[in-house]
């Protein structure tokens, strides 16, 4: 690939993985504020795959290069930049964009990735661990002894949320298809199969008492369940409406209906909490606080993956290029991990 051109990968509407559209140009330059970040690895997230139906909540008009976060080498600085960032490796958390040879973001945004750590690896806990980190801690607030439910145990969010809850010293209960449940139990996960199983009755069976934090990225019935789950004192942090994401209609109901439930129950007396988790919470009202919080608790994600208390997930590998079968790969749900995009 020449180092001067830009490649990124259009989502020009509603269409099929072999829909999406690989655009050359020139690569971009930084302004004030701003570094050009070199992509060495992206990829394929829940977010994108509700983006190419429409039914991501607050995504951009058609088209758009979407791309959640990245992991990059910054090659260029804008005004009021040190020019000493050049040659870092980083990463960032953008929503869309990230599916390009070279991106431009805010200087403030970017956090220094450790040595020790391939882009790939690192790219499979910028979104995943940064959500799992921060409804484990800063929401749910885990400890050691407690007993917590995580739905998609296998997934890109819960396979890092199942790891972080272990290492703070919690019994993880994991819901996933069969084929994905000798590796959950290597792991010392107790599966339950949310295809065949009455999931409600079994964490019954496994935890009389109810479990302490209950993590959903279903919506629909499954937080109805969830939240009936929980033990007194007991936190629901749900996360997103997979179950609607093939539906019609308009994209917000579901997670304002989610936002009704939450309140209802958080104004009724009976001792247990939910939550709607958005990694964007927050970031419009103060920014400067939200880059503060977003550093620190991803450096702690890559310093947990560092020290082996969690692992990197990588599905597989494909060129930006290749970035339909990527899609249509991630989708597909036969593999476990993250299916990550490189230059």
Request: net charge positive.
């Amino acid at each position: 690939m020449n180092a001067e051109e830009l490649i990124e990968v259009v989502l020009p509407g509603k269409v099929e993985p072999e829909g999406l559209q690989v655009r050359h140009g020139a690569v971009p330059t930084a302004g004030p504020g701003q570094v050009v970040v070199r992509m060495e690895a992206t990829g394929v997230s829940f977010a994108e795959q509700q983006m190419r139906r429409g039914r991501y909540y607050d995504q951009p008009p058609f088209p758009f290069v979407p791309g959640y976060d990245l992991v990059g080498t910054v090659v260029a600085t804008g005004g009021k930049v040190d020019p000493g960032l050049v040659g870092t490796r980083v990463a960032a958390l953008l929503k869309v964009g990230g599916w390009a040879s070279h991106v431009v973001v805010d200087a403030a945004d970017v956090v220094p990735v450790p040595a020790g750590i391939t882009p790939a690896q690192a790219e499979t806990v910028v979104i995943n661990g940064i959500t799992a980190w921060q409804m484990l801690h800063r929401k749910a607030r885990v400890r050691a002894g407690q007993t917590v439910l995580v739905h998609g145990a296998n997934g890109g969010v819960g396979s890092v949320l199942v790891q972080l809850a272990q290492a703070a010293g919690a019994q993880v209960i994991g819901t996933a298809s069969a084929r994905h449940h000798a590796a959950l139990r290597e792991r010392g996960v107790i599966p339950i199969d949310y295809r065949t199983e009455d999931i409600p009755s079994r964490v019954r069976q496994l935890a009389p008492r109810g479990v302490d934090a209950v993590f959903d990225h279903v919506g629909g019935r499954s937080i109805v369940d969830s939240f009936s789950l929980l033990a007194p004192g007991g936190t629901l942090v749900a996360y997103g409406s997979a179950s609607t994401r093939d539906d019609e209609g308009s994209r917000q109901w579901p997670v304002l209906k989610l936002l009704g439930r939450v309140w209802l129950w958080n104004a009724l007396p009976n001792r247990r909490r939910a939550c709607f988790f958005n990694v964007w919470a927050g970031r419009s009202l103060n920014r400067s606080r939200f880059q503060d919080r977003l550093r620190a608790d991803l450096t702690e994600v890559f310093e947990a993956l560092r020290r082996g208390e969690i692992t990197a997930q990588i599905a597989a590998e494909l060129p930006l290029t290749q970035a339909a079968e990527a899609m249509r790969l991630a989708e597909s749900g036969t593999v476990a991990g993250k299916v990550v995009l490189h230059a």
